[in-house]
């Protein structure tokens, strides 16, 4: 790849010009993957359609794991970058259609994640108090989609069912006291809510073997240190045959299994809460009472054949629960006029090419699905735009008919849209940091878009109607 193959099409002149869909850790890092290189001079705009970036980083960690979110400072180096623009609170499809996308940028990189959840496929799945864990985890993050709703806190008993580490985090939030989640950032009033919760037992439930499990030992143990919660595991549920053992060659599933057995050689210390980490269990129905809200959940216990399936053996429990969070996977939503494969929940393409679509790109869960970490992504979007590059360099991304940045802008400001720029971004992320540190905690999130828009309004002294 030399300078010289770059097309005239495409120069410092008359950049290539990209519009990243998302500004989640894919959204990001596609962007800081383009302006890395320097034989395609670019231009890129990376759009959300929050007023906020970083997408799961800021809403789907968790809020007591702090250092993970500190991969924001890198995220800030790329969208500070005079080749990269984020344009918060516009929505694809709303206020920039797909063909106006289209006659604005040479190509488009859609990363815009897995938002939906998978569900259980039992009876009374429905019943109030039953939700995913996607959910709760927008709503103690504090999401606009999800901040506004109530929260069945008063329930005595919380079954949780998978055990990656969503389902980790969101036992854990559950479990902890006032104290050790005011260290943290979650959301005010996630934090005011969980003060009055009423929670005292946690089932975290897997329906395969401690060895099969997909959380990671850091976030195992932390059930270790809680202040007021016992963690409870029984030997029975966790105990592997030699040859098992001898099977294991993963080395976090042998500390995880450490970690298990240390649980349960543990005498409980009559703290108010306790965490059951159970295993091969399956929940099969959930159940409700005459005002339709839940009352329990029946499991079966289960075996594992030959080929490590979990088989049901005919043996039930129920857990006396008054809500139950499934987490078992994300799926990808479509976005309008983007290609969807609805079978696998990803957009359909080859390798970060999106298929049937000249100049169109995917990176991160809505390309492989969801799975991963942030990490992950990285290389991800890293292979996208790599081939992005190429087509551009081989001519085979035509240019766009505008040319320049200013006409987006003026097709949004004539939609009276009021776009978020970076600067606006930064001078609310400091009005969370003020208004944390006044608390003493690190961050209060402002939780509701009009609430953002109109701090941003008033910080930087407008007052767009």
């Given amino acids: 790849m030399t300078s010289s193959s770059v097309p005239s099409t495409f120069s410092a002149a008359r950049p290539l010009r990209v519009l990243v869909i998302g500004s989640g850790p894919s959204g990001i890092f596609s962007a800081e993957a383009l ?61 920039l259609t797909y063909d106006e996308a289209r006659s604005h940028y040479d190509a488009l990189v ?53 055990v990656g580490n969503v389902a980790l985090d969101v036992s854990r939030i559950l479990s902890k006291t006032t104290a050790e989640l005011h260290e943290s950032d979650i959301a005010p009033h996630a934090l005011d809510a969980l003060a009055q919760s009423h ?54 599933v042998k500390k995880n299994v450490e970690v298990l057995r240390d649980f349960a050689g543990r005498v409980p210390q009559g703290k108010p809460r306790r965490v059951h980490l159970r295993f091969l269990v399956s929940p099969v129905e959930i159940l409700g009472d005459e005002e339709g809200r839940v009352r329990g959940l029946k499991v079966e216990r289960n075996r594992l054949d030959e080929a490590g399936n979990a088989v049901g053996t005919g043996e039930f429990e129920v857990l006396p629960v008054q809500m139950v969070l499934r987490s078992v996977g994300y799926r990808g939503v479509a976005l309008s006029g983007v290609p969807f494969d609805e079978r696998r929940g ?41 081939l992005l590059l190429q087509d551009a360099e081989n001519g085979q991304i035509s240019p766009a008919p505008q040319t320049a940045r200013s006409a987006v802008d003026a097709l949004l400001h004539s939609k009276g849209v009021d776009v978020v720029t970076l600067t606006d971004w930064q001078s609310l992320d400091a009005y969370e940091r003020e208004q944390g540190a006044a608390l003493g905690r690190p961050r209060a999130k402002v939780t509701h878009k009009m609430h953002m828009i109109d701090i941003i309004r008033k910080l930087r002294g407008s007052h767009v109607e």
């Fill in 35 to 95: 302006i890395k290189q320097s034989l395609v001079p670019v231009d890129v705009d990376v759009l959300d359609r929050l007023p906020t970036p970083y997408g799961l980083v800021r809403y789907g960690v968790a809020p007591d794991h702090l250092k993970i979110k500190s991969v924001t400072a890198g995220f800030d180096r790329t969208l500070s970058d005079a080749r990269v623009r984020f344009l918060g609170n516009v929505e694809f499809g709303k206020d």
């Fill in 110 to 162: 859609y990363t815009f994640g897995a938002s939906a959840d998978r569900r259980l496929g039992i009876p009374g799945e429905d019943l109030m108090g039953s939700l995913s864990a996607t959910e709760f985890v927008a709503w103690y993050n504090g999401h606009p989609d999800a901040a506004a709703r109530d929260m069945l806190l008063h329930a005595a008993g919380v079954a949780v069912v998978g």
């Fill in 199 to 252: 929670v005292r037992d946690v089932w975290v439930l897997g329906r395969r073997g401690a060895a099969q499990a997909k959380f990671t030992t850091k976030e195992l143990r932390e059930f270790g240190e809680l202040e007021q919660a016992d963690v409870v595991v029984k030997p029975a549920e966790i105990a592997l045959s030699e040859a098992e053992e001898a099977g294991i060659t993963d080395n976090t």
């Fill in 346 to 386: 990803v957009i359909p393409n080859e390798e970060g090419r999106v298929t049937g679509r000249s100049g169109e790109y995917t990176a991160g869960w809505i390309k492989r699905g969801p799975s991963g970490v942030i990490g992950t992504n990285k290389a991800d979007a890293t292979e996208s735009m790599k």
